[in-house]
């Protein structure tokens, strides 16, 4: 009969689908999935969302996802309540200013291109489906702009939609953990 067996260990090296547990300085306690390893480390996505935040306190996407609000906090004031042990190991991907960012309509719903980028724990629907901290079903922002006042989500349900900038619901970012 096969089994899967999850086991707490230490380790060096990453494995898709490896989960770490981190507590927030004043927002209890999280879990993150590595969902990719790249030449950078390993890509982490929080399992449900942090918090509920508008992307923008307007209805404007100008700057894109680098220059909103959202990413300002993520940050500055977010990235400050993580544990030492991780900001030591946080890398910034290439290409990337940001050490905490969020996932691409790609990443989470593939294309039809021949080099798809779709995180592989993306295509099965229920890694897109999570929660607030408070335990209901959360629709979360994605870093893509849709229109001049909208970005791309996740519904609660797991499928893509648009909501305005200024609206506030989920926020689950990524990060990377080099490899040791």
């Not at 489906?129 to 001049?148: E, K, M, Q």
Request: contains cysteine; glycine residues 6%.
């Amino acid at each position: 009969m096969k089994v899967i067996r999850k086991v707490s260990m230490e380790v060096e090296h990453f494995e898709i689908g490896d989960q770490i547990k981190i507590k927030l300085k004043g927002a209890g306690k999280f879990t993150a999935t590595c969902h990719k390893i790249t030449n950078d480390g390993a890509l982490f996505v929080f399992d449900n969302c942090v918090a509920r935040k508008q992307m923008n306190d307007t209805d404007t996407t100008e700057g894109g996802f680098d220059e909103s609000d959202l990413c300002a906090w993520l940050n500055t004031e977010f990235i400050d309540r993580f544990p030492n042990k991780y900001i030591k190991r946080i890398v910034r991907p290439e290409g990337c200013e940001h050490l905490l960012w969020l996932l691409s309509e790609e990443q989470v719903f593939g294309s039809n291109l021949p080099f798809d980028d779709q995180l592989e724990l993306m295509r099965d629907p229920k890694h897109r489906v999570c929660s607030y901290p408070d335990g209901s079903r959360a629709n979360w922002w994605l870093r893509v702009v849709v229109a001049s006042t909208n970005f791309a989500i996740v519904t609660a349900y797991g499928n893509a939609a648009t909501y305005n900038a200024s609206n506030s619901i989920g926020v689950r970012p990524a990060f990377i953990i080099e490899n040791l």
